[in-house]
């Protein structure tokens, strides 16, 4: 997507085209409320933006005439999630979309009735956003991220094209299922794959320095990622800290290979984003989240970089190339 084309995606949502007549100028106004936990010059961002407001418009909302929408961009801090979640709360939108399990929770810290739908969230119920994944009973539903047992996936591809590790940092945020559960599913792993494993935290770009810098000491060493956004806001410190260490690392989306990270595994998020538009349309028509179960990934991907495993001297099996949705 160009940029100039994401500006004016962006800027026009909040204001009404002046070409609307008759019938859709007589309708009320939509609102909804977006709070992104990247930062608005992300390049993953226009991908994912570009798929909401395209699901909007194949249901008949079109942004400026019928629908307008409020960004917020929360660059992975969880200062910025919990003020633009005040922010938009008191724009009295009909729904708001939340791009993260932290930002759910710093929405309905703010308000327990606003209607929520949340795209790439981990372990919703253990979070307390819902009551079940099939009747959430709260303001909240949408599209969970990945299970737990996915970190077993990570371990299992990192030892497919780096058989010769054996110590393994994860880079984690204790204070987040996504980091804590995550670290728990490579940990049952671990001793069947003959691993052992450090984790590393993520509060600041020093932290994740020292963690990495202290850890890596030869050829036996790999490590794997698991992605809320306070670790994913550093992707491209721990891609680069990846590389000068001679890490064979696991990453849990694409656009870390994009980015020059050596493999990836996970959900395809745009769709998301897209079939959050329908949970999105049928709130609007008057449906309630807590009648809406909340749904699993339904596209994932593997990703790998050519030009990354090269620089780390690994030959990439050929089941790992066939596998792979994206080679770069």
Avoid at 102 to 111: H, K, M, P
Avoid at 206 to 223: K, Q, T, V, W
Wanted: net charge positive; charged share 20%.
């Amino acid at each position: 997507m160009k940029r100039r084309d994401f500006i004016t995606l962006v800027g026009g949502a909040a204001v009404a085209w002046p070409l609307a007549a008759g019938a859709q100028q007589r309708e009320r106004m939509r609102r909804i409320g977006v709070l992104m936990w990247q930062s608005a010059d992300d390049p993953d961002a226009p991908g994912r933006i570009s798929a909401f407001a395209q699901g909007l418009q194949e249901l008949g909302w079109i942004i400026g005439m019928n629908v307008q929408i409020d960004y917020r961009w929360g660059a992975g801090d969880l200062d910025r999630f919990r003020k633009y979640a005040v922010e938009l709360v008191a724009l009295a939108p009909d729904v708001i979309i939340a791009s993260a399990g932290s930002i759910v929770g710093a929405l309905q810290q703010v308000s327990r009735t606003v209607p929520i739908v949340f795209v790439m969230t981990i372990d919703p119920v253990g979070s307390g956003f819902v009551a079940s994944l099939a009747r959430p009973a709260s303001n909240a539903t949408g599209f969970t991220a990945w299970e737990f047992s996915l970190g077993g996936k990570w371990l299992e591809l990192l030892k497919e094209i780096a058989p010769a590790v054996t110590r393994v940092a994860v880079i984690r945020d204790p204070a987040v299922p996504a980091g804590s559960g995550g670290f728990a599913a490579i940990q049952t792993v671990a001793p069947s794959l003959g691993v052992e494993l450090t984790p590393i935290g993520v509060r600041d770009a020093a932290e994740i320095e020292r963690g990495i810098a202290g850890f890596a000491r030869g050829s036996a060493d790999g490590l794997i990622m698991v992605g809320p956004p306070s670790s994913v806001a550093h992707r491209d410190l721990i891609i680069a800290l990846a590389a000068q260490h001679r890490l064979p690392a696991v990453y849990p989306a694409i656009y870390f290979v994009r980015a020059g990270g050596l493999i990836s595994y996970g959900p395809e998020p745009t769709d998301q984003y897209r079939r959050a538009a329908g949970y999105v349309d049928r709130i609007l028509k008057g449906e309630k989240p807590a009648d809406l179960p909340v749904q699993a990934p339904t596209k994932y991907e593997t990703g790998l970089n050519l030009k990354a495993a090269r620089a780390l001297g690994l030959a990439v099996p050929n089941t790992l190339l066939v596998a792979a949705d994206k080679v770069i």
